[in-house]
């Protein structure tokens, strides 16, 4: 894949190209489909993910630094445990951010950079991003994968550091030339939020040689449901399981076996099972494995303190199911950003209930679902959404977007002049 874009851009994340999750996948892709002397990545990983030898595995890295003081920390119970915790982070986070600013921007790759580009998805490239591009004097566009409140609580943040880099991120935004977004609802809030300039949706895109036949599958005596990547919505999960147990792990008086793909998993069985888990695969490997399901289970949070995860992020996994061709079972509130877009695209079904008996309707309903209509979906949503030059021309449109304000989808448009 080749790139109109000769810019030399110096990319700044927390995640390494190549790494197991998300990030790691989407790094990697874009790095594969853009000229290799385009972009310069230096990751800020954590220890551990030095440790776990990650770091030998990536290729092409202009330099590394490592990110620290991040985690929340309480001496004693209570606020005054709460407050302590705050003042020593402050003081350690602040100035190691300082020395990473400044190892980063000693760097070859900074030095001769023409753009940076941040992903937003820890608080040391949320601290440290304006300050690397102010200090090179060079534009800076970002991008935004999960909503930033999502790492309070993983994080175990106190409240003065939560609301500290809350106010650095809209600080961020407002400095960046053009925003990176994963779905249409982020646009729409962040633009209402921080006001109009380029928001362009950058979601992966698989290229076409993995693409399988959204064809239906042979007759078989058993229902394969497929589910890739981590589990981020805990509570729906639990209720698939709990749903296959009290059907015995049958439907349409078929055998159902659950087929798992990702680094890590925990299971409480209580009963007989039929799981399979291929442990963490490549995205190639993971795309066949879910070319041989009947349908991919895609669940999404429905508590209320992860809204944000449901409604302004976007499962990056639907792009992979979509390649696999299979029909999609979505287990998400009605707000989830992914509703409308399976409005938009029928690639399966959804259910909106954490019932079980639900649940067991519309995985009943999915798997008699004629093949016609979500083959048509699928090959819709390829073309226009999920593939690779789709993900190379938007990459380039953000980094670009400077001299481009032209980022809104119009639908996102629309809403916003709406609501204006």
Known sequence: MTSTNTSTVLTLSGTIPGEPGVGGVILNELKQSVPSDSLKFIPIPSRQVI?????DHATDLAGH???KYETGW???????GEALGWLARKALFE????QLTQQICATDAAKHCDKIWAILDCPTVIQIATGVAKR???PLSILVWDAPELLVNSLNMDRWSASNMLYRFSKTIQHAESVGVICEQMQTAYMNQFGPKPYVILRLGIRRDMWYSPGPLPNSNRIIIGFAGSITAQQPFRQLIKMLDETNWRIHNKDVTLRLIGSRYTLDARQPQRIEYFGWCSLSETVRLLAECHMLYLPQPFEANLRPLAELSFPTKLTTYVAAGRPVLLHAPRYASVTPFLNDYPLGLACHSLETDSLRRCAEQLDRLPNESVAAAIDAVRHTEFN????????NQLIGAASNASGLTSAATKEIEQNA
Do not use: E, Y
């Open 51 to 55: 440790d776990l030898s990650w770091l």
């Open 65 to 67: 630094v490592v990110r």
């Open 74 to 80: 309480r001496p004693v119970k209570g606020i005054a």
């Open 95 to 98: 100035r190691h951010c300082t």
């Open 136 to 138: 090179l004097n060079k």
């Open 388 to 395: 690779d030059s789709v993900f190379v021309k938007r990459f």
